[in-house]
């Protein structure tokens, strides 16, 4: 018996004259990414994508990274049988027979695309159905069953799976179909999730984080690296520009009031980002937001914080409470990391008051006691490129 890996994949079914496109980048992505960890053969039809992988032992580890490529939404592993009832039968009880043991109920659904199968839907399932009864002692509930087995005739050949065993895949849109972003990583709970969603609409993303050695330590870099390297299992490959901050920081508290040093210090990232951003010809900025969280985030301080970037500012939490924002960092499994002690770069320089609703023109005042232009060439030029892998 030959068990292969069916994956569907979602929106891009909607997208009419440009759905080979999105295709093509969808098989290469899938290539890219199981390129490593096994040898595959792969084909696509009716919005399939079939994956045969050579060695039967590999197939956990494959279903676990498709389960990572943004564009799929479900990983299903069934086995393939001829076109022909006998064959399915025997195929079907081979396979199923750890599932349909003594206490569970069952029902079959059959699906038959391929219009030449001489038997009809209905029939298909009263045939399948009626064997499996009488070979396993478990027993058939159309309502409420257990297991839901399917048999779908397709183009290539007939395949067999119970719905129990799908895993979800990410949804969303294939990685290169939606230009690049940058996303201003932290190494806090928030950015990551960010990145995370908007790259899971197809976005490319590479990352800048802000580092004041040694006020954070080298650990707290190795946090943000291992942060994004969880990010690129979804992505693949990640550059991090990791930006020196401190001297910035620094000329910030010495020579700014201190209720504006966060918001001045915000204003300083959009800037260098936005600069990273056009040197690597990415779009937009990604940030992790939400509105509210703190003294930095609400609407007017976002305003005077946006205020210095010239690209849309991406900021996909906005809307979003706390323990959603949490609960998605468990699922994609960045939490663990991201509550790791070390401290970021904005905590060791937090004043105690900030200000709420800041007046953009006292901002801008304060703030032109600073040589801005000078102290971000400063920043560029010390700043280091990362490439991450997966991890
Ligand atoms: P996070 O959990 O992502 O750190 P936060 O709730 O702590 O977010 P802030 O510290 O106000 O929020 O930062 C807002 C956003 O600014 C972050 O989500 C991130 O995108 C960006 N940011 C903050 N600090 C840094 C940093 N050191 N390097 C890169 N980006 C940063
Ligand atoms: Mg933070």
Redesign the pocket.
């Known amino acids: 018996m030959k068990e292969i890996i069916l994956a569907k994949y979602g929106e891009i079914i909607l997208k009419g004259g440009n759905r080979a496109r999105f295709e093509n980048v969808l098989l290469n992505n899938i290539r890219n990414s199981l390129r490593e960890v096994a040898e595959f053969d792969m084909r696509l039809a009716q919005a399939t994508v079939y994956v045969e992988v050579h060695d039967p032992k590999k197939l956990d580890l494959v279903v676990e990274r498709m389960a990572k490529i943004f564009g799929l939404v479900t990983i299903t592993r069934a086995a393939a049988a001829e076109k022909d009832i006998e064959d399915i039968k025997r195929t079907a009880g081979e396979y199923l027979k750890n599932d349909l043991i003594e206490g569970r109920t069952f029902k079959v659904e059959a699906k038959r695309s391929d219009k030449g199968f001489p038997l009809k839907s209905p029939e298909i399932c009263r045939e399948i159905g009626g064997y499996l009864d009488d070979e396993f002692p478990s027993s058939v509930d159309v309502h409420d069953p257990d297991r839901t087995v399917r048999i779908e005739i397709r183009d290539f050949g007939a395949y067999i799976y119970c719905d129990e065993n799908k895993t979800a895949g990410q949804g969303g849109m294939p990685i290169g179909t939606g230009d690049r972003a940058t996303l ?8 990551p999730v ?1 990145g995370h969603m908007i790259s899971k609409r197809g976005v490319e993303i590479n990352a ?3 580092f004041s050695f040694p006020y954070t330590s080298q650990r707290a870099k190795e946090k943000v690296i291992e942060l994004a390297s969880i990010l690129a299992r979804y992505t693949s490959k990640i550059n991090l520009y990791v930006v020196p901050f401190t001297e910035i920081q620094i000329q910030i508290r010495d020579n700014c009031p201190e209720e504006h040093m966060t918001l001045i210090m ?1 204003r300083f ?1 959009m800037r260098i980002a936005e600069r990273i951003a056009r040197k690597t010809k990415s779009l937009a900025l990604v ?3 939400s509105v509210g ?2 003294a ?2 609400t609407l007017s301080a976002l305003d005077v914080t946006n205020d210095v970037a010239d690209m849309p500012v991406l900021q996909p939490l906005i809307g979003m409470d706390k323990n959603e924002i949490i609960e998605r960092a468990v699922k994609i499994g960045t939490f663990d990391t991201s509550i790791l002690p070390y401290e ?3 905590t060791v320089f937090t004043p105690k008051h900030p200000t709420t609703h800041p007046v953009r023109a006292n901002i801008e005042k304060t703030e032109s006691r600073l040589d801005v232009e000078t102290l971000i060439e400063a920043a560029l030029a010390g700043t280091e490129m990362i490439e991450v892998y997966p991890r």
């Open positions: 201003l990583l932290s190494g806090g709970i928030d950015s960010a800048v984080n802000f915000r990232m940030t992790g937001e969280q703190v930095s985030q970021d770069c904005c």
